[in-house]
């Protein structure tokens, strides 16, 4: 099949293997080694999409990652990735691409109407345009807005691919691989550094792939690549990663890469992830990211058959493909005079050279003399025509006044443009270094290092083979010493060619044109223009940052390295300030657009976040009960027969226990053994209750506070010996009890004497509650009498449950008569089987979580964190029996004393009772004085409870109500959009309020 | 992502393995009963915030468990020191003078 645009010979591409991909349904030819970008202009295909806001038809401008128009989306598997750069897409047999942002076809796109009517979308135009009325937002303007915006498509199934992620060490990490980067690593790998060589391309070698007219040591430099690269594979302490992507620099030379593993093969081994994260902590960094070229801004500059003049010369020589037949280069430096020369050696008709410079070198001049090619000098590019392909270029003449002639028309099927270069610093702006302007070069350079690191060659903006490869070699043998204290000065290879060359420009190019009517652009990806550049300057805005946000420009994916400097150059001429009075907006990681699935690697679905089950877990899911998710921990919510819906089901829970008996998994509260000669003094200290005068077997309820004074968590202690407590705290405040212990514990009160363990996944926790508790767990303890006398309510004892050691405590968290068994945590199941067996023979119930709020909400006890909220204090909470009036010091006492802690007004821990006993008050429901309150009036307090009561056969609540306490039996009101719903209000607690139910 | 020494274990390790607990030296009132209002709020919530030069507490949480100390520039996140609790407070002047040579 005919490649109408391939050259003959030459190129990095291996003719003999042919691939056969499509492009929106074409079917079409390229060959290994391709790009599909390539492989397109290889076809003849310039048009590859539709710009962002005017839908205008947009080529392929770069070679590289750069590329702001050429972003296609690849289906894959069933599945479409989009927005991927067609210049780093590697061709495979079979690839299927399509193009973006068009509809119904990339050739006639109705979108395009945009640009006809681009007058009304200036920049800024989403702040204007969209505002009134308020109600057309939710259904008109944003649901446009967002059907208008992006590029590609998103995919519409879940990722199927798998992602890896690494950790690595090493000496010295070498981001890129052209002349400086190779050399940089050769000569730290020649040290002995251990060294790791990434570059974000397929193949190794950077500029030096496209250099053709230079030799290294007598060779071709793609040679001399290939020589330097398998002398470095040959080395065991050096890696490899072609296809990898230096993507963020961190603090403490911490740098992260992602690896493209298969995406550019046809039919990879299913075992391998598509990306691999690499974690790399290198003692030394050399980056040598390189520079990129500048489009040149001039009228209609983003026709498709525009291109970097670079990039043509890449296209060329790399790729075996020439981007027109007859082309325009357009330039303001000498590096793209080597483009056309190299253009005409394949016999590509050069129609004109046009050099913005009066007078460029002669040398040059000379060489397209003796070739026959126009030179037009002191000429710039004033527009250009053609719709989906440039077909003709417009030339105006540059006059001593500052005014531009009209220069005719020079007629083309590509045009190659260079406005010079500028250094790639993203990397070295990630790690924080602070870039400086050159006035030489005309760039912004690295200036001092902060973190270790050094730039070489283009990214400090140093150019010229031979001198390039010698800063490279210098600053891999420093790098070696600075990591490892010795460097080997290795023998540097003799450069001839590739000279550095001069010249360049920067911001928009004079013209004749009508300048409100065209469009010259200076970020393609966002549509900006120079004249939207100008408006923002106009509107108010001076500092680059609000430019770049009002207009957009530099926001694209290239994060501005493609246009940042001529939207400077401009700003700095709206504004009438130098450049370096603008600023320059900070590169921030990723370097290049990098998938989500990268960043999560493995932690999807069921790794996500780690899952904790308890030992009657399976029991559970057998048994058809409903799990809840409390932190981590899988909770069972409650357990519905057939036919039972949750409230049918929590009612006859809740029923249960208080008339028979029910089985509740108490595992998950988090459990602490302290033990020590001063473990009494240790609780004494950090507890609000009084601990030494508890006698082992007894438990006693302990409260924690902060030294701010607040309720921080709660729980039962039992005292199993003189020098071991048994401590237990919430589900979810486990860890942070835990950490607040061994802070006081380490840093305050270091001459205690006390161990603490957290034993939460010790024990498995069966809690049997209700009257006849006691038959329940009967038969399988021994070794406790458990008579009311002899073992009462807050016990504690050490005991066998069906031979199994086990703590049993007699406690209540629902108000009846309870015991909480706690078995090594491998007998959880045998316990939890065992007892859920028993409770059937006595009409009971195992019970959820929900039914475990009811009945303690009943009862008037209080959840930390969900009636409590980090502002709660005993006193507010009712607690004031917690606390040790006798100590003199414990965490937060000193707290309770401060003044507002103190004072009137506060919110107080309360019950309310609507006045229809059907109505069930929101949790979180704003409370008031006031019926109907006016609109701004405070709130009295909060609901923080709310359930349907069985035993009560009504609704009941708790919250916290400004001095609450006093308000008994006064009526109050829960406002809710609909209605008022008026409540009294009463004590917390509900039910057997005498508490004799737990001493029987 | 910093890389914290532990001066128990001897290793540096990822931030990750670490928890910073804030800023170090601040210690309870011996006796809070004696201790005024002010002191007491200056003691639980005001801290230097500096920017530049700071001691803060760190825990190898994911390692030995144990608090120490750890001097760090908030501006360009070096580390300038690592040592046990209880040791007294570097001369952070001097410390400051060390970096910037």
């Known amino acids: 099949m005919s ?77 479409q990735t989009p927005n ?74 879940p990722d199927h691919d798998s992602y890896g992620n690494l950790y690595a060490h090493c000496d010295v990490l070498v981001a890129g691989s052209g002349p400086a980067g190779l050399s940089a690593a050769l000569a730290a790998a020649e040290s002995g550094a251990k060294v790791i060589l990434c570059d974000e391309q397929s193949e190794f070698g950077g500029s030096l792939l496209t250099e053709a007219n230079a030799s290294i040591d007598g060779m071709a430099p793609s040679d001399w690549v290939a020589e330097t690269i398998a002398r470095l594979g040959a080395m065991d302490n050096v890696t490899l990663l072609p296809r990898t992507t230096a993507f963020g620099y961190f603090a403490h030379n911490y740098i992260a890469l992602a690896e493209r593993v298969t995406e550019h093969l046809a039919s990879p081994d299913p075992k391998l992830p598509r990306e691999r994260l690499w974690q790399v902590r290198a003692k030394e960094v050399v980056i040598a990211s390189g520079a990129i070229e500048r489009p040149m801004v001039f009228p209609e500059n983003d026709r498709p058959g525009i291109l970097l003049a670079e990039a043509g010369r890449t296209y060329l020589n790399r790729y075996g493909v020439k981007v027109g037949h007859k082309v325009v280069v357009a330039t303001a430096c000498d590096t793209a005079w080597q483009a056309a020369f190299d253009l005409d050696d394949h016999g590509v008709e050069i129609a004109a050279i046009i050099e913005m410079r009066e007078v460029p070198p002669e040398s040059l001049v000379a ?45 083309c099927d590509a045009l190659l443009m260079s406005g010079g270069w500028t250094p790639t610093v993203s990397l070295y702006s990630q790690s924080r270094g602070k870039v400086v302007w050159d006035a030489d070069s005309g760039a912004y350079v690295p200036g001092k290092s902060v973190q270790k690191e050094r730039s070489v060659g283009g990214a400090k903006g140093l150019y010229g083979l031979q001198a390039t490869l010698e800063d490279g070699y210098a600053a891999g043998e420093e790098a070696a010493k600075a990591a490892i204290g010795t460097s080997k000065k290795v023998t540097y290879a003799a450069a001839s060619g590739g000279e550095a060359g001069e010249g360049g420009t920067l911001g928009a190019l004079p013209h004749d044109r009508n300048a409100s009517k065209v469009k010259a652009f200076v970020d393609y990806q966002n549509d900006v223009t120079a004249k939207d550049v100008k408006l923002a300057v106009r509107e108010g805005m001076q500092s680059i940052e609000h430019i ?53 690697g493995v932690a999807r679905g069921d790794f996500f976040d780690p899952v904790r089950k ?32 949750m409230h049918a089901a929590v009612a006859r829970e809740c029923k249960t226990v208080r008339e028979s008996v029910g089985l509740f998994d108490a595992s998950t509260l988090g459990k602490i053994e302290v033990v020590g000669p001063d473990a009494a003094e240790f609780l004494e200290r950090m507890y609000t209750n009084p601990w030494k005068k508890l006698a082992p077997g007894r438990c006693r309820y302990g409260l924690l506070l902060n030294d701010a004074g607040f309720i921080t968590d709660d729980g039962v202690i039992g005292r199993l010996a003189d020098d071991r407590f048994h401590v237990t705290t919430t589900t979810g405040g486990a860890p942070s009890v835990f950490a607040t212990m061994e802070d006081y514990l380490q840093t305050e009160w270091p001459d205690l004497d006390v161990w603490i363990t957290s034993t939460t996944e010790q024990y498995a926790v069966a809690a049997v509650q209700g009257p006849k508790a006691r038959e329940v767990i009967a038969p399988f303890i021994e070794g406790i009498d458990l008579s009311n006398e002899a073992f009462p309510h807050m016990s504690v004892k050490e005991a066998t449950f069906c031979g199994v050691p086990c703590r049993l405590f007699r406690i209540s ?31 009971g119930t195992s019970y ?10 009943e009862k008037g006890y209080i959840i930390v964190g969900q009636d409590t909220d980090g502002t709660v204090t005993p006193q507010d909470a009712g607690m004031t029996w917690a606390i040790g009036k006798k100590k003199h010091d414990f965490v937060g006492k000193r707290g309770l004393e401060r003044p507002d802690l103190v004072s009137e007004n506060r919110k107080q821990f309360v019950g309310l009772l609507t006045k229809d006993p059907k109505v069930k008050l929101e949790e979180g429901a704003q409370i008031t004085t006031a019926e109907n309150p006016a609109t701004g009036t405070p709130a009295e307090g909060h609901v923080t409870s709310s359930y349907f009561s069985p035993a009560l056969d009504r609704t009941i609540a708790l919250a916290v109500v400004k001095n609450g306490h006093a308000l008994d039996g006064k009526t109050l009101y829960v406002p809710m959009p609909d209605r008022s719903i008026s409540v009294e209000v009463t004590g917390p607690v509900f039910y057997d309020k005498e508490g004799a139910r737990i001493n029987v | 992502m910093l890389l914290v020494y532990c001066p128990y274990c001897g290793v ?85 003078k060390e970096a910037g040579k």
Not at chain 1, 30 to 50: F, P, Y
Not at chain 2, 72 to 91: C, H, I, Q, W
Request: charged content about 25%; proline content about 5%; glycine content about 10%.
């Open chain 1, 367 to 411: 060489i397209a003399k003796a070739r026959g090619i126009r030179v037009e000098a002191g000429c710039v590019i004033t527009g250009t025509l053609g719709r989906k392909r440039i077909k003709s270029a417009l030339l105006g003449r540059l006059m001593t006044s500052g005014q531009v002639a009209s220069g005719g028309q020079v007629e």
């Open chain 1, 848 to 857: 959820g979580t929900e039914t475990m709020h009811v009945l303690r909400a």
């Open chain 1, 84 to 157: 991927l750069r067609a210049t780093q897409v590697e061709l495979y047999q079979g690839l299927e691409a399509i193009s973006q942002n068009r509809f119904p076809s990339l050739g006639f796109d109705v979108g395009a109407v945009n640009d006809r009517l681009s007058m009304f979308f200036p920049a800024g135009f989403y702040y204007k345009t969209f505002m009134w009325p308020k109600s057309f937002w939710d259904k008109v303007y944003e649901p446009v807005i967002r059907a208008a915006a992006g590029l590609g498509k998103p995919p519409k199934n």
């Open chain 1, 813 to 843: 968290f629902t108000g009846e008569l309870g015991f909480e068994i706690n078995v090594p945590r491998r007998h959880g199941k045998m316990m939890w089987e065992t007892l859920a067996k028993e409770i059937e023979k006595h009409d």
């Open chain 1, 548 to 600: 770049k946000r009002y207009t957009t420009t530099g926001m694209a994916t290239d994060q501005g390295r493609l246009s940042n400097m001529n939207a400077l150059q401009i700003a700095s001429g709206a504004l009438e300030r130098p450049v370096t009075d603008v600023g320059l907006t900070t590169f921030r990681l990723p370097y290049t657009p990098t998938t989500f699935g990268l960043f999560a």
């Open chain 2, 12 to 96: 540096s390790r990822p931030e990750t393995e670490f928890s910073c607990r804030g800023e170090a030296h601040i210690a309870r009132p011996a006796d809070p009963a004696q201790t005024s209002d002010e002191d007491w709020v200056n003691f639980l919530y005001m801290r230097s915030n500096t920017k530049g030069v700071y001691v803060e507490r760190w825990r190898h949480i994911h390692g030995c468990g144990r608090f120490f100390n750890a001097v760090r520039n908030t501006v360009s996140d070096d580390f300038l020191k690592f040592y046990k609790a209880g040791e007294p407070m570097p001369d952070l002047e001097e410390l400051a």
């Open chain 1, 3 to 79: 490649q109408p645009f391939r050259t003959e010979k030459g190129g990095r591409i291996d003719r003999s293997e042919q691939f056969t991909f499509t492009f929106d349904g074409e079917e079409m030819q390229g060959h290994k080694g391709d790009t599909l970008a390539s492989a397109l202009l290889a076809n003849g295909i310039h048009l590859v999409g539709r710009s962002f806001k005017y839908h205008r038809p947009r080529g392929i401008v770069t070679a590289g990652s750069e590329e702001p128009n050429a972003l296609v989306g690849i289906y894959r598997n069933g599945d």
């Open chain 1, 614 to 645: 308890t030992p009657s877990h399976d029991w559970v899911v057998d048994n058809g009960g409903v799990f809840e998710d409390v932190g981590q921990w899988k909770r069972t919510w409650y357990f519905p027969k057939s036919g039972e819906d």
